[in-house]
């Protein structure tokens, strides 16, 4: 009985803890809708107003920022579902298949940039002179994506999600458009408007890089990929110290979501009962979920027995090493 309310106590921490991970993830992807909305907003008017393609480009990427969030929020929601028939694991993937969207769509805006950046090449002449009122509103977003960024990246940090770290680095791609968007304006407001075109090449490579490593990252957590070594070390190091196991081998781990799912076999002494070995099995569980990312332990009990002892003594009758009873 005391058992199972030490496990009912422990699952009961383990949900509060998921659920303030949560809220924190709903309250930070809910500040970036805000802000992206304001923003996409302004630059496209400001944009249009004041002929700034650039700036109006950088407009529509905000936009694409609110379809990322979108996204995150809904994924969120999904993964918090519990295990069903269709889904006995849950449904914590949904956040890699949302990491892997979010690196598509920042691999494409990446092309975008570059496509653009080619195309301005072709017509240098044909960019027209801005007003400097887009300056304005292209230092403004790049002020505040960056600190949107920081913000979104310190709480991706703290509740350990990629697909919240993978949101911040799109928030990061576009205060890079917004960096873009403002070397062009100053060169075309100082007569240089081919700056413009070179730094969106540059800015373009590195956000199409960023969504490259996203979504080759998610494809590889949905394909059932380990965790990582310092994670699997830092599992060694808890199996090899707990009590009641002779020994542990063939231990696999698979990404599921953020957390971690664990199949390991359990070498138990061959005298124990079997609940002696069930409890042995329930604690080493436990104790790999409070300590670790592990959302569930697949365990296998091998019962092995320990060797006897062979007693070892000298001959009177011969020289050299002989059994005697």
């Known amino acids: 009985m ?20 949560h809220a924190a993830a709903q309250r930070s992807t809910m500040v970036s ?17 004041a002929k700034s393609q650039a700036l109006l480009s950088d407009g529509v990427h905000s936009l694409s920022d609110l379809i990322a969030d979108f996204v995150v929020l ?8 519990g295990p069903d028939e269709d889904h006995p694991y849950g449904h914590r993937r ?22 653009t950046a080619v195309v301005k090449f072709r017509n240098p002449d044909a960019i027209p002179r801005v007003h400097v009122t887009a300056l304005w509103v292209a230092s403004v977003a790049l002020v505040a994506k960056e600190l949107l960024f920081r913000y979104m990246l310190a709480v991706a940090r703290r509740v350990r999600s990629s697909m919240l770290a993978a949101n911040a680095w799109h928030a990061r791609s576009d205060a890079a458009s917004s960096l873009v968007a403002a070397v062009g304006i100053v060169g075309s407001l100082l007569g240089y408007p081919i700056l413009d075109p070179v ?11 960023m969504g490259w490593q996203f979504a080759w990252a998610a494809l590889n957590d949905l394909m059932d990929r380990a965790a990582d ?21 063939d231990l696999r ?6 957390m971690i799912v664990v199949d390991v076999h359990l070498e138990v002494n061959a005298g124990l009962s079997l609940v002696e070995a069930h409890d042995i099995s329930a604690a080493v569980q436990r104790v790999l979920v409070e300590k670790h990312p592990v959302l569930t332990v697949m365990t296998r009990l091998d019962p092995v027995r320990e060797p006897t002892p062979v007693k070892i003594n000298v001959n009177r009758h011969e020289p050299g090493l002989h059994l005697s009873s």
Not at 33 to 49: E, K, R
Not at 231 to 245: D, K, M
């Open 2 to 21: 005391q058992s199972g309310t030490c496990g009912a106590r422990f699952m009961s921490i383990k949900d509060s803890i998921e659920t303030d991970h």
């Open 33 to 49: 809708v805000c802000v992206n909305l304001l923003l996409s907003v302004a630059q496209i008017i400001i944009g249009v107003t």
């Open 74 to 81: 809904f994924a969120g929601e999904q993964s918090r579902k």
């Open 94 to 115: 949904f956040e890699n298949a949302a990491s892997f969207f979010l690196g598509l769509l920042l691999l494409a805006v990446g092309m975008g940039m570059l496509w």
């Open 199 to 209: 730094a969106a090449l540059i800015v373009g490579v590195m956000v199409a890089r």
């Open 229 to 249: 070594n310092d994670e699997v070390a830092a599992i060694r190091e808890t199996l090899a110290a707990a009590p009641g196991i002779v020994g542990f081998h």
């Open 253 to 258: 781990t698979r990404k599921m979501g953020d």
